[in-house]
Nanobody, 125 residues
Framework: VQLQASGGGLVQAGGSLRISCVAS????????MGWFRQAPGKEREFVAA?????????YYTDSVKGRFTISRDIAKNTVYLQMNSLKPEDTAVYYC??????????????????WGQGTLVTVSG
């Protein structure tokens, strides 16, 4: 599976941005798709995840609940992260990831086998 993230950029605090991750090389049936982020000088952290199957489940870290929405378009093999009410502390490189053998640990980076290259989101205050 190859993952290509895009859509990052510079946005003012309070603004919105949608980033995308296109998967290729394999259909994502039964995969878990996640977004992580890494701010300068900080550890990579979980942001959101969605299961690929019909009736998908979504998961969020507390700091983005109510502001971010993860979704997937099965026909386009794409997962999105809609980010609203952005804050300067959301500034980071955002990475998409895919997990073929989901064990329930959606928040753990080592759960995921495949990673995209990252897209930079900068929120100015």
């Amino acid at each position: 599976v190859q993952l290509q993230a895009s859509g990052g950029g510079l946005v003012q605090a309070g603004g919105s941005l949608r980033i995308s991750c296109v998967a290729s090389g394999r259909t994502l049936t039964n995969y878990l798709m996640g977004w992580f982020r890494q701010a300068p000088g900080k550890e990579r952290e979980f942001v959101a995840a969605v299961t690929w199957a019909t009736g998908s489940a979504t998961y969020y870290t507390d700091s983005v609940k109510g502001r971010f929405t993860i979704s997937r378009d099965i026909a386009k093999n794409t997962v999105y992260l809609q980010m609203n009410s952005l804050k300067p502390e959301d500034t980071a490189v955002y990475y998409c990831a895919a997990d073929q053998f989901y064990s329930g640990r959606y928040f753990a980076a080592d759960e995921y086998e495949y990673w995209g290259q990252g897209t930079l989101v900068t929120v100015s205050g």
